[in-house]
């Protein structure tokens, strides 16, 4: 019997990197998945996946930044599946990174708004069926970034969406403990995804910000990681094993933000 066996698993983002190698983690242990996210193409093709090799598994087209398009999403995760248990507050951009005087107000806004306000809203809308439910888990997605290291040049929205949803996590836990429900966050460090295709970066060799690390890296696996690595660790907060856990960012780095 998987660790998370009749357990209903709301994953945003679910369709690449951590979401999805989150979801597989999650629906090898028994765990029916419902991954939400834009990329339609790539979240039927990880449903399929699923599916395939035995897994119970549903793409919902979900726009984090957009309150009605949540809803609806979780709406059809819990008619799909008769309830939530998990919640994987997952999906995220890097955005723009850019000098703070040349960051324009509609790029911090796109950033926060998918970041922070989607993990809102995809808390707020699922708390409900968690309530219901007796208890859950709720996970948020943050970074090393905003949280303890600042020196990435030009990440100022970025890292800001990332300490706000720490600061949430923590009100949220302290909120919920009452009705059995824990809320955590995992802070990745360098992991192998494409997000860091999905970045802009500009003129952010002008704000100086320049950080050697030892040659020789001494952390855990040179400090690289795989998606794979922060899906055990949200197995452990989504299951049993983490039952008197709550309020805590764990950070899956293999140490190497303590060099910064």
């Given at each position: 019997?998987?660790?998370?066996?009749?357990k209903?698993?709301?994953?945003?983002g679910?369709?690449?990197?951590?979401?999805?190698?989150?979801?597989?983690?999650?629906?090898?242990e028994?765990?029916?998945?419902?991954?939400?996210?834009?990329?339609?193409?790539?979240?039927?093709?990880?449903?399929?996946?699923?599916?395939?090799?035995?897994?119970?598994?549903?793409?919902?087209?979900?726009?984090?930044?957009?309150?009605?398009?949540?809803?609806?999403?979780?709406?059809?995760?819990?008619?799909?599946?008769?309830?939530?248990?998990?919640?994987?507050?997952?999906?995220?951009?890097?955005?723009?990174?850019?000098?703070?005087?040349?960051?324009?107000?509609?790029?911090?806004?796109?950033?926060l708004?998918?970041?922070?306000k989607?993990?809102?809203?995809?808390?707020?809308?699922?708390v409900?069926h968690?309530?219901?439910?007796?208890?859950?888990?709720?996970?948020?997605?943050?970074?090393v970034?905003?949280?303890r290291?600042?020196?990435?040049p030009?990440?100022?929205?970025?890292?800001?969406?990332?300490?706000?949803?720490?600061?949430?996590?923590?009100?949220?836990?302290?909120?919920?403990?009452?009705?059995?429900?824990?809320?955590?966050?995992?802070?990745?460090?360098?992991?192998?995804t494409?997000?860091?295709e999905?970045?802009?970066?500009?003129?952010?060799?002008?704000?100086?910000?320049?950080?050697?690390?030892?040659?020789?890296?001494?952390?855990?696996?040179?400090?690289?990681?795989?998606?794979?690595?922060?899906?055990?660790?949200?197995?452990?907060?989504?299951?049993d094993?983490?039952?008197?856990?709550?309020?805590?960012e764990?950070y899956?780095d293999?140490?190497?933000?303590?060099l910064?």
């Open positions: 019997m998987g660790m998370l066996e009749g209903v698993a709301f994953i945003t679910g369709a690449s990197g951590i979401g999805a190698g989150t979801a597989r983690r999650f629906a090898q028994g765990a029916r998945v419902v991954l939400a996210d834009v990329q339609s193409e790539e979240g039927e093709r990880v449903r399929n996946e699923i599916t395939g090799q035995g897994g119970q598994a549903l793409y919902v087209h979900c726009d984090v930044s957009d309150p009605e398009s949540v809803r609806q999403a979780i709406a059809a995760a819990v008619q799909a599946f008769g309830g939530l248990d998990i919640v994987f507050a997952n999906a995220g951009i890097n955005g723009v990174w850019a000098p703070i005087d040349e960051l324009q107000p509609d790029e911090w806004d796109r950033t708004g998918i970041n922070l989607g993990t809102y809203l995809t808390v707020h809308f699922a409900p968690l309530k219901r439910r007796g208890g859950g888990s709720i996970i948020i997605t943050s970074s970034n905003g949280t290291t600042f020196s990435t030009g990440a100022t929205a970025y890292s800001t969406s990332k300490a706000g949803q720490v600061a949430l996590m923590k009100m949220v836990a302290l909120e919920l403990g009452r009705h059995g429900i824990r809320c955590n966050a995992v802070c990745p460090g360098a992991i192998e494409n997000i860091e999905r970045t802009e970066e500009r003129d952010t060799e002008e704000i100086g910000i320049e950080v050697e690390l030892p040659e020789g890296n001494p952390a855990l696996h040179g400090g690289q990681g795989q998606p794979v690595d922060v899906a055990d660790t949200c197995l452990f907060l989504a299951s094993l983490g039952r008197h856990v709550s309020g805590v764990i899956v293999g140490g190497a933000s303590l910064r």
